[in-house]
């Protein structure tokens, strides 16, 4: 069984596109959101995804009837899910070694944002996988910031949620690259590969054989085309009734690899056309939200500038 290729990277970060693009490479298998790493039980993820109305995490239900029964329907996702619930006393760890060995030879490939929201999942990350290869996957930050705020409206919309702070795109953004950087800065060189999104999705026939090679796999062209066609995914597509996700809706409505230089905003026009009016016990608040340390908002400004120049972006 080998070990698994796992994307970080925040929320809205292009991660269902790439992933899925990256999965089709005929060696590797691209999962959809699985959700194990938060968490050292199947208990504790049953408990998280119940808060979120979730019988559990959606990709992990679709993998398993994809996987485990052989294919996505409402019957196979329901025996899925019974068949998940009655290993709440599995670790974690044992569960994504059964998904991996249930797709072995092929590596399996791993993408849920959530596991850069806190240092304790990129760390059970490694626990488990110390061989584990990782995508660091990047965004511009303004362009990140809009998608991010347009997913929590949505959201808000939807379940009809009400908050007294809603935390800032930027904020999610920064301080989840600052956990990635923080954690990969510890790993061996060659262990680890950044990438902007803007870059891969600009020019795949450039950057996918890079990754194909850094894995130590096929780079042929027959291999490449294969992977500019997500749509091939069995997890490209809105799943069967109860369990719809795994993926960002967006792409699950058309999961096709689109043509053409993703444009990339300017950070410092956005500094200078951006009125921030936070008072303190707002700005305080927004983080308390998040639950992350709180940083003063001239610092915020620097840090975000600092990340952003080492990712690349201006």
């Known amino acids: 069984m080998q070990d698994p290729l796992i994307i970080l990277s925040p929320p809205r970060s292009f991660s269902s596109v790439v992933s899925t693009v990256i999965g089709e490479h005929p060696d590797i298998y691209g999962f959809p959101e699985l959700h194990l790493f938060s968490g050292r039980t ?7 995804e119940e808060k979120a109305g979730n019988a559990g995490p959606p990709g ?3 993998t398993i009837a994809q996987e485990h029964y052989g294919i996505q329907t409402a019957n196979t996702l329901l025996k899925a899910t019974i068949w998940f619930r009655e290993r709440r006393h599995w670790p974690t760890k044992k569960l994504f070694d059964y998904l991996l060995e249930l797709v072995n030879p092929k590596m399996g490939l791993e993408k849920s944002p959530e596991t850069a929201g806190k240092v304790a ?3 059970r990350s490694y626990t488990w996988f110390p061989k584990a290869y990782y995508l660091h996957l990047t965004r511009h930050p303004v362009s990140a910031r809009k998608s991010i705020q347009a997913f929590y409206e949505e959201k808000k919309k939807r379940k009809n949620l009400s908050l007294k702070y ?6 999610v953004w920064y301080t989840m690259h600052r956990n990635i950087i923080n954690f990969t800065n510890t790993l061996p060189t060659g262990q680890v590969m950044r990438i902007k999104g803007e870059d891969l999705l600009s020019d795949p026939d450039l950057y996918l054989p890079q990754i194909a090679e850094w894995l130590g796999l096929r780079t042929d062209g027959e291999v490449i085309e294969a992977m500019k066609h997500p749509e091939n995914s069995p997890y ?3 799943g069967p009734p109860p369990v719809r996700g795994g ?11 689109r043509t053409g230089k993703v444009q990339e905003p300017s950070l410092k026009d956005f500094w200078k056309n951006q009125n921030w009016q936070w008072a303190s016990d707002e700005l305080r608040g927004t983080f308390e939200e998040a639950n992350i340390d709180f940083i003063a908002e001239e610092d915020l400004v620097s840090n975000i500038n600092h ?8």
């Open 166 to 171: 809603q935390v800032d795109g930027l904020i």
């Open 121 to 123: 999942f990129l760390e």
């Open 247 to 257: 993926n960002d809706p967006k792409f699950m409505r058309n999961p096709h690899l």
């Open 307 to 314: 990340l952003s120049h080492l990712m690349g972006y201006q």
């Open 60 to 62: 992990l239900l679709r």
């Open 42 to 48: 199947v208990e504790d993820i049953i408990r998280r």
């Open 236 to 238: 490209a597509y809105v």
